[in-house]
């Protein structure tokens, strides 16, 4: 069982910046996948970005790829998420997921096993 809670959420003017945290908790972090996905209102949950658990290499979207970075920090049992030059289009509950099966993050939600409550982010124009 892994528990995860996000934070850091809020509301931001566009090219601002903010950073996620996800604390997890249960089983041990350094063996798992993590990933962030997001969901603005009336569209589907899409990919963010995620991050292995062995050599910590990373995937982003397209939409975030040179803006995101995920980093995850074993000793705390935490990942990341810094989100720069913010845009109105990255409005959305933004969770956090775990994927005990994988070594590297999968860009499909179905394939995470375990996921956060969500947190929003708004960005004004």
């Known amino acids: 069982q892994v528990q995860l809670v996000e934070s850091g959420g809020g509301l931001v003017q566009a090219g601002g910046s903010l950073r996620l945290s996800c604390a997890a908790s249960?089983?041990?972090?350094?063996?798992?996948?993590m990933g962030w996905f997001r969901q603005a209102p009336g569209k589907e949950r899409e990919f963010v970005a995620a991050?292995?658990?062995?050599?910590?290499?990373?995937s982003y979207a397209d939409s975030v790829k040179g803006r995101f970075t995920i980093a995850r920090d074993v000793a705390k049992n935490t990942v990341n998420l810094q989100m720069n030059s913010l845009k109105p289009e990255d409005t959305a509950v933004y969770y956090c997921?775990?994927?005990?099966?994988?070594?590297?993050?999968?860009?499909?939600?179905?394939?995470?096993?375990?996921w956060g409550q969500g947190t929003q982010v708004t960005v004004s124009p």
């Open positions: 997921a775990a994927d005990l099966d994988r070594v590297y993050g999968s860009s499909r939600s179905r394939e995470y096993d375990y």
């Open positions: 249960g089983r041990t972090f350094r063996r798992y996948a």
């Open positions: 991050i292995s658990w062995t050599d910590s290499s990373t």
